[in-house]
């Protein structure tokens, strides 16, 4: 059943060399001109500044959004455009503003799980885990060891949902109709598991602090393995279809370098980060977590940082994923899926920092208690904010049709940004 | 209150059911110290106030992770120090809060369950302020995988801290946040522009004592319709559990 990951030899021999790439099709012409040592990925930029000089074209402002379908909700960019080229980009964020962060001030503690769930609505499960986590270690209990497993699991199938969903789409985004519908299909599976697990598609609420609301049903177990052999057949699809297409190749190589001090500067965390190289993954490098420490799993990261690396490393993430619930299934133990917990729940004085890996990155509680049956305040930090903070920086300089490949490739819920 | 119907009819009638999910006392060992800092962040602590002296007001572990708390006009010197020392090149968040406890929904002696009622008096958190207003952030290292958290008082007449944005890049929006929620300026933020809110809104939404508009158009119809806590029985359970 766990069989190895079908990658790529030559994605899989740069990935572990740190090799970077040059543009598709640019190389050709790198050789002929020795007068200027110039980055032979810059040269159709050249061009282009050339006729920019040459025919002196003002600048447009062009509003992309906040309505437009690559932001996935309600993200407007305002976006200062000379011919082609962006000279300057604005995100203005808040048009779904729910204010979380006042909210849970007047919510109990089981209450706020409620509203987690839609911080980050491909990935709700996993929003709860830090929360209620939060909670049960300023309270100082554990939440039995199949309770942990299950919540590992689900987590994991939250990822693997939230990725097919991006690796169908970012086809999309670059003009590629087919894949978008492969990736609702294959979802499909994974959520009928949460469901059938949980009751609920989207927001399943299903954490409890100390535990779980149920167990597993009948025969979940069996469909979860039948299932994950989907994903497996998924990801090669994708890996043949979108990851190994010329033309998405072109439409994706150096576009979008995230160099990685920057990235970490500005807070991108995830995927998006590991595919700038940068070998940080909180489930195995943070505080132990859930059932991480008891797994074997592997980190993926990419040289390039650019969109197609954010593509591959999501890509093999996704079987990673698959992998992890596999083994996490054999291991599943026995036993409670609950601790015991008072009635009321109040949480002692205190305050804590959790942080784990979500599918869009680094998520965050920073919880201050003050020993009522509800926070005093709650710190929501949440991965997409971060990642899209570095768009101003860059989108600088990149074609309109590529501003729509970032968008895309950095892969952000407008939920988890505007909180 | 105590003459609650509901809830002891329930505990008649189903006794063991009841008793299982209601057992109280959740005295758990707890492992002996849960904030104690490993090696690593000790070692870390231990160099951060090497480097920032007597700027470092106090310091207190929690859940693993060094609290530190300096002085206010070495706000961007800790950050260089996280950044260049420390190697923490990764900043996590920036935020504010605001110590003052919220004033009171409703009457005094109304039973209001529309939120949690918090202490009345003033506490403050770990490592401490002097004041109302703390920004506290969150930085880590991506290559050791360490971090910590950094708290600084924020005067309250001048309202005003140092601006992380020349140290990380990204310290810009979440500044930003914290100014239009909370009301407290950067010096050497480059646009201290509203991030969420619409330009023209007045006021700190986070600030305690800015009320939840929603409850204050429509009061929480739990004001209304008053379905009281259940209370916790008088006698541990302790036999009940062996029912099941």
Known sequence: M?????????????????ERVSAVGASPTATSEPMMEVDPRLYRHLADAQVNV???TGDMILNLGPQHPATHGTLRLVVRLDGERVISADPII????????KLTEFRTYPQITTLINRIDWLSSFANEVPFIDAAEQLMGILAPPRAQYIRTILTELSRIATFLLF???????VGALTPAFYGFRDREHILNLIEAATGGRFHPNFNRI???????????????RTAMKTVFDACDTFEDLVAGNEIFEARTRSIGIIPAELGAAYGVSGSNLRASGVDWDLRRDGKPYLAYPEIDFRVWTHPDGDSFARYWVRLQETREAARMVLQLLDQLPSGPIMTKVPLIIKVPQGEIWVETENPLGQMG???FSKGATGPFRVKIRSASFSNVSILPWLLRGVFVPDVITILGSLYFILGDIDR | MSDVPGTELDSTDDASADEVTTATDVEVEEPPDPHALDEEHA???TRLEGELGDAVLDTEPRFGDPVVRVRRDSWRRAAEVARDVLECDYLSFISGIDWQPAPKEGDEDSSDTSSPVQPQEVSYGAAGSDGRFQVFAHVQSTAHHWGL??????DETGMLAESWVPVYAGADWHERECWEMFGISFDGHPALRHLYLPSAFEGHPLRKDFPLLSRVVKPWPGLVDVEAMPEEPEEPASTAEDTE
Do not use: C, F
């Open chain 1, 2 to 18: 766990n069989r190895p990951p079908r990658v790529s030899e030559a994605e899989q021999s740069r990935a572990s060399t740190g």
């Open chain 1, 54 to 56: 040459e025919l002196d």
């Open chain 1, 94 to 101: 808040g048009y779904m503003h729910r204010g979380y962060e």
């Open chain 1, 167 to 173: 690796l169908g789409e970012m086809g999309l985004q």
């Open chain 1, 210 to 224: 100390g535990g779980l609301k149920d167990d597993l049903p009948w025969g979940w177990v069996n469909d979860t």
């Open chain 1, 365 to 367: 509680y920073y919880v």
């Open chain 2, 43 to 45: 070692q870390l602590l």
């Open chain 2, 149 to 154: 958290t950094l708290k600084v008082d924020v």
